[in-house]
């Protein structure tokens, strides 16, 4: 049924409870598992007024959530080891929903399985949410795992 699940990571709790429901439908369906981690640009004008970092700064930013995220995708894929599933790992740069639904197309994957905080009210909607974001617009079933 699924030849290809894609599990987006950002080394959170809630991402961590999917993974471990990614692996275990993976194993259900022999299927290859993908572990995507997307670097997410900051735009300054909303969190400060004060002057544009230099070049080497956003270098060394961009350095850090990449290797953080190698760091994320390398932990799936060791969790994953310990049943012999294959894992391609991916990292990503841009907005994390719409480079998730872009890997789901380019890689062909068939399902989708992504952490949720939970949010609920105000909290929901003024934070957003990349899991409610990628399951209204995904054209590929998504199952989200609730931080436990």
Do not use: N
């Not at 409870?17 to 909303?46: K, M, N, S, T, W």
């Not at 270098?59 to 894929?77: I, M, P």
């Not at 957003?128 to 974001?133: A, Q, Y």
Request: proline share 5%; charged share 30%; glycine share 6%.
């Amino acid at each position: 049924m699924y030849d290809r699940i894609l599990v987006p990571t950002d080394g959170s709790e809630p991402a961590a409870a999917a993974i471990e429901e990614g692996i275990e439908l993976a194993r259900q369906q022999d299927a290859e598992l993908h572990a995507l981690y997307v670097v997410e640009p900051i735009p300054l004008g909303r969190f400060s007024a004060g002057p544009k970092p230099a070049s080497a700064e956003w270098e060394d930013v961009v350095d850090e959530q990449r290797s953080e995220g190698e760091e994320a995708t390398a932990d799936v894929a060791e969790r994953a080891a310990e049943y012999d599933l294959e894992v391609v790992e991916a990292i990503e740069h841009g907005s994390p929903h719409a480079q998730i639904l872009s890997y789901v197309d380019e890689a062909d994957i068939d399902a989708v399985v992504m952490g949720t905080h939970g949010r609920s009210g105000a909290d929901r909607l003024v934070l957003g949410s990349v899991t409610e974001k990628v399951v209204r617009k995904s054209e590929v079933p998504v199952l989200t795992v609730r931080e436990t």
